[in-house]
């Protein structure tokens, strides 16, 4: 990366993390300028791999692939703020660590290449069960405030059977609205 690229690097990066801390969407505006800077700033990145060579090439190769792929999932998910677009992200960051570790792995030789390489793999596979528990937890909490809402809103409908007329339908829909259904 050219020493000019370094402070925009710097602040997209900057503006990145604090958007996503904010899990604010973006415009579409804005969205389309960052996704255009990062392919520029990655660009370059790649491009500056070429002054190297040999296994030291690769991975910087690999690096300026997952740097990339990961900044442009973590646009996307503050875009549109889904959470699959979050688990994509996420998933990019692991895919990315792993094959740049792998790559890294092949300056090696024997069994130190061996554990290097089952190293990394176990590196990924922890990672994606994390994430795959991490979406497991989030579905049972979300399950759970489903069930939470219907019977905190059948005892809400229940104390409105108590009524009659504009009030009673009043109440309803206040119940309704109160516990999304």
Aim: positive net charge; contains cysteine.
């Amino acid at each position: 990366m050219t020493r000019s690229n370094a402070p925009r690097l710097l602040c997209a990066l900057l503006l990145a993390g604090l958007a996503g801390a904010a899990s604010a969407n973006l415009s579409q505006p804005v969205y389309s300028t960052a996704k255009d800077e990062v392919k520029a700033m990655f660009k370059a990145e790649h491009d500056s791999c070429d002054k190297m060579s040999g296994n030291a090439k690769d991975v910087c190769q690999e690096r300026a692939k997952g740097h990339e792929k990961v900044a442009l999932a973590h646009l996307e998910y503050q875009y549109t703020g889904k959470a699959k677009d979050r688990n994509d992200y996420l998933e990019a960051r692991y895919e990315a660590k792993y094959k740049i570790a792998k790559e890294a792995c092949d300056a090696k030789s024997g069994n130190e290449k061996d554990v290097c390489v089952a190293d990394a793999k176990a590196a990924h596979d922890k990672a994606k069960a994390d994430l795959k528990a991490n979406k497991k937890v989030a579905e049972a909490q979300n399950d759970q405030m489903e069930a939470k809402l219907k019977a905190d809103y059948k005892a809400a409908n229940e104390r409105c059977d108590s009524l009659s007329g504009n009030a009673k339908d009043s109440c309803q829909a206040s119940a309704k609205a109160r516990y999304f259904q």
